[in-house]
């Protein structure tokens, strides 16, 4: 974002109406603005009509053989619930050759199906709509089916022993775009609902286990904004070590912007700690079990990359220019000497 669009952001960020109107018509002018070519060191393979998700998650498989993706048949235009997608992997030289694996109408153009690779078999795991309700299902390189668990997942540990459910019905109300169009449940339309939340899901089993609903988070430290708003959660995603997971809490204010906050939290849902952010969290990433990578706004610094470590709740702000060096040098393993 150049110092122009942030400066016009920062006038709007409240008005979701006119946002969006600004927004639309910016992308609309620019797109008859010719483009800079950039040059990149790195070989860049394009595939037209396919797309893999989101940046929390790995498409490539241990060895880096297969390359997981979704192909999509339909225009952009907003997904109905008969909008189906192909899930399956790249391979060959140069990822040339797809093979197609499942179909899934658990799908949005944001995060795709949560299509992920699981466990060191490289099995995969994505949502599925079952006829009544979103659910998960395992599958094998073959597109075998290995199991169906009861609930949509939306981030796996490193050895695919746990997942994380929340509610993908609520999050289509709360951040449109984010969920499924499959279905609306009454749940969903309770603003603060004490009957649905964040679970953890033990892949081997099927058990799942409620570790604190959306009205538990949310009458934690209430703040004003929080009264009278649609509350959901969002973008789990586990540390390295799988034994701690930070989230995200979010409310929705009618006619303004989503509100964001932060949650650490270990396995069993104790420890929890909510991170020292005021209103909005984007993307993020773990460093290390014990840091994280975030671009969010704080009280005292405003909106920017910040370093957190979770220890203490300690951060610091790290220079726009400088951020993409810090991490790749911070994640970077040493030499040994």
Known sequence: MNTFEKTIYNLVKNNTFLKTIIRNTYQYLLSFIPKKKKISEYKIIEREGYFFGFHDKIPWSHDDKLLLAHKFTIPNRNITNKDEIEIGYFYGEDY?????????????????????????????????????????????????????????????NDTGEYALSYSFDRLNIGHYGYGYANVEDEVSKCYIPSNSGLSIVDVNTGEIKLLFSIRDIANIESVKSKKEAYHFFSHCLFAPDGKNFVFLHRWLNKGRRINSRMI????????????????????????????LFVFCSTYDKGDGYYLFDITDLSYEKIDSNKAAEKVIRMTTPKESK
């Open 96 to 156: 040339q050759e797809f093979k197609s694996l499942a179909k899934t109408k658990s799908w949005n153009w944001q995060q795709g199906s949560m299509l992920q690779w699981i466990g060191k078999e490289d099995n995969i795991i994505f949502n599925y709509w079952n006829g009544s309700k979103n659910i998960s299902r395992i599958i094998n390189k073959e597109g075998e089916l290995i199991k169906e668990l009861p609930v949509s997942i939306a981030a796996v």
């Open 264 to 291: 650490f939290t270990d396995f069993n849902g104790d420890n929890l700690k909510i991170l020292p952010t005021s209103g909005m969290v984007s993307h993020f990433t773990w460093i290390n079990n014990s840091k």
